[in-house]
């Protein structure tokens, strides 16, 4: 499980070819699940992942990591057959889940967001901006700046019963 760029980590950390690369031989996790993933780099293979559900939880209405690019790994992932489900919360900002924030969103100035890049793995471990086909750096023009952050309290609500729900399904608990 992980939150923002941990959720990045946890949802291509389902993908066959990191897990030949980096994960013990014979041990996998159970499920991967994520809170606000960035989803708008296309990896190489990025199709082939674990047979162990995915799951992504995303706000509509986050702008610092927007919702859309999953929208659109996910109907992939269903298109090649894989247990993945993509859940949305209506106007949850990035981190709703966080209740030491305001409900009221707070912007950011200075703070970067990839929200209007595409990017791409040309060859393994090169990523690239899809527009411009040069190597990606936070210099590039689709990078900008002032996202919001806020706490929904029902988004956060639903999410936990979401989750829990589904680790007991998952681990066949009471």
């Given at each position: 499980?992980?939150?923002?760029?941990?959720?990045?980590?946890?949802?291509y950390?389902?993908?066959?070819?990191?897990q030949?690369?980096?994960a013990?031989?014979?041990?996998?996790?159970?499920?991967?699940l994520?809170?606000y993933?960035?989803?708008?780099?296309?990896y190489?293979d990025?199709?082939?992942?674990?047979?162990?559900?995915?799951r992504l939880f995303?706000?509509?209405?986050?702008?610092?990591?927007?919702?859309?690019p999953c929208?659109?790994?996910?109907?992939?992932?269903?298109?090649?057959?894989?247990?993945?489900?993509?859940?949305?919360?209506?106007?949850?900002?990035?981190?709703?889940?966080?209740?030491?924030?305001?409900?009221?969103?707070?912007t950011?100035?200075?703070?970067q967001?990839?929200?209007h890049?595409?990017l791409?793995?040309?060859?393994?471990?090169r990523?690239?901006?899809?527009?411009?086909?040069?190597?990606?750096?936070y210099?590039d023009?689709?990078?900008?700046?002032?996202p919001?952050?806020?706490?929904?309290?029902?988004?956060?609500?639903?999410?936990?019963?979401?989750v829990?729900?589904f680790?007991?399904?998952?681990?066949?608990?009471?």
């Open positions: 499980m992980g939150f923002s760029r941990g959720a990045q980590v946890a949802l950390a389902s993908l066959a070819r990191f030949k690369m980096y013990p031989e014979g041990l996998s996790f159970a499920a991967y994520t809170f993933a960035p989803c708008n780099t296309r190489l990025d199709e082939a992942v674990s047979n162990k559900p995915i995303h706000g509509t209405a986050d702008d610092y990591i927007p919702v859309a929208r659109v790994y996910v109907e992939r992932l269903h298109k090649a057959g894989k247990d993945v489900l993509l859940t949305e919360y209506l106007e949850a900002h990035h981190v709703f889940d966080n209740p030491l924030l305001k409900e009221t969103p707070v950011f100035p200075t703070w967001t990839t929200r890049c595409t791409k793995e040309e060859s393994p471990g990523i690239i901006n899809a527009e411009t086909k040069q190597p990606f750096t210099t023009p689709c990078v900008d700046y002032g919001h952050i806020a706490y929904n309290r029902v988004a956060l609500n639903a999410a936990t019963q979401e829990k729900d680790l007991r399904a998952t681990f066949s608990l009471k």
